[in-house]
């Protein structure tokens, strides 16, 4: 049998560099698909400028009572699992491209984006869970922590998309020297 060359591991497998990232867009994009089927206007974690608490206080009066609990109860719990999937795959990227050969500063720049990403999204959806289950009342720490956590989240996640692209590119330049 055929040894592999020493910058394509078998741990994690080249075609993760292409698949990883397609699933981390799929599963943003599905759940995305579902806050519209289910009727939640996702106006807080798409806010580039942030939000304020008569955001909140405007946008949950306006949800009522069943779109707050499919917000909490549903949504969040999706959009969660997404970040921790980015999350990972982000730090697969890294460890993929250290082992194929590139300093740890490359591969953090490609897949550190996701990483800390998906960490930020975790804790925005935390504090966006603790403001659905507390209102009527809104605490402004709380709604602070979210906003910036959520403007944070923003850049980093289309870093990691750029950064995943610039992975993938790593990833098989070998391939066609």
Do not use: H, Q
């Amino acid at each position: 049998m055929d040894d592999l060359a020493p910058f394509y591991p078998t741990l994690i497998p080249l075609a993760f560099f292409f698949w990883g990232p397609a699933l981390v867009m799929l599963l943003f994009w599905l759940v995305g698909l579902w806050a519209r089927r289910l009727g939640v206007a996702r106006a807080l974690e798409s806010d580039w400028d942030g939000f304020s608490k008569d955001d909140v206080e405007k946008l949950f009066a306006a949800y009522g009572e069943r779109l707050r609990a499919a917000y909490r109860y549903k949504l969040l719990p999706a959009d969660a699992a997404v970040a921790l999937t980015y999350a990972i795959v982000g730090g697969v990227l890294i460890a993929g491209l250290s082992m194929r050969g590139y300093p740890w500063w490359v591969a953090a720049l490609c897949g550190g984006g996701w990483l800390f990403g998906g960490l930020c999204d975790i804790a925005e959806n935390l504090a966006v869970a603790r403001l659905l289950a507390r209102y009527p009342r809104v605490e402004e720490g709380t709604v602070a922590f979210a906003s910036g956590f959520t403007r944070i989240k923003l850049v980093l996640f289309a870093l990691g998309v750029v950064g995943a692209i610039v992975a993938a590119y790593l990833a098989f330049k070998p391939l066609a020297v």
